[in-house]
T-cell receptor, first 114, second 117 residues
């Protein structure tokens, strides 16, 4: 078994601030994802990475940067936090080969912008 | 373009009955994979069941089964003998199988299921 660890669990930022969220996985998975979930809504893909140093944009990449410097870690940066923004950011990972493999999720980082 | 749509926002059923949740998808790929995930009240998201597009037989895992209707681009989730602990939000998801879209997994909006005693 393995685990996906997201830090921090809670993040409070100020409008205009640059904020970084981190994710570590010990599954030895190739592919990692960042999703955003707004209250009562579905998961929207921000960025994903199929291997170390790879980055692929999702449907919601504007306003975000991502970095995959190691296979086990994937970080997400909110380039300029928007006032009153509240959302949960979920990191996930999966094997790349055999695209029918399941995705495992972390417990999320809850962002509040004041 | 790749798209997954769940039109049922919420469903409420009595315990021990059967419930079906709908999901339709759009894809240009001939090979794709469909998934259902469950998000509990704590926020945890767990994988439930998968259907490969090339398989005609509907997938079944425990009291979860799928109704795969490929001509209609539809993948319904059926839960039989529902239990209180099945109360959660259920997400449908799709991953296309082509090389140009390696690993991209997109989700529907979710259906909130409430099981009443």
């Amino acid at each position: 078994g393995g685990i996906i660890t997201q830090t921090p669990k809670f993040l409070i930022g100020q409008e205009g601030q640059k904020l970084t969220l981190k994710c570590q996985q010990n599954f030895n998975h190739d592919t990692m994802y960042w999703y955003r979930q707004d209250s009562g809504k579905g998961l929207r893909l921000i960025y994903y990475s199929i291997t170390e140093n790879d980055l692929q944009k999702g449907d919601l990449s504007e306003g975000y940067d991502a970095s995959r410097e190691k296979k086990s870690s994937f970080s997400l940066t909110v380039t300029s936090a928007q006032k009153n923004e509240m959302a949960v950011f979920l990191c996930a990972s999966s094997l790349r080969q055999g695209k029918n493999t399941e995705v495992f999720f972390g417990k999320g980082t809850r962002l509040t912008v004041v | 373009a790749q798209k997954v749509t769940q039109t049922q926002t919420s469903i409420s059923v009595v315990e021990k009955t059967t419930v079906t949740m709908d999901c339709v998808y759009e894809t240009r790929d001939s090979s794709y994979f469909l998934f259902w995930y469950k998000q509990t009240a704590s926020g945890e998201i767990v994988f439930l069941i998968r259907q490969d597009s090339y398989k005609k037989e509907n997938a079944t895992v425990g009291h979860y089964s799928l109704n795969f209707q490929k001509p209609k681009s539809s993948i319904g989730l059926i839960i039989t003998a529902t239990q209180i602990e099945d109360s959660a939000v259920y997400f449908c998801a799709m991953r296309e199988g082509g090389n140009y879209n390696q690993g991209k997994l997109i989700f529907g909006q979710g259906t909130k299921l409430s099981i009443k005693p």
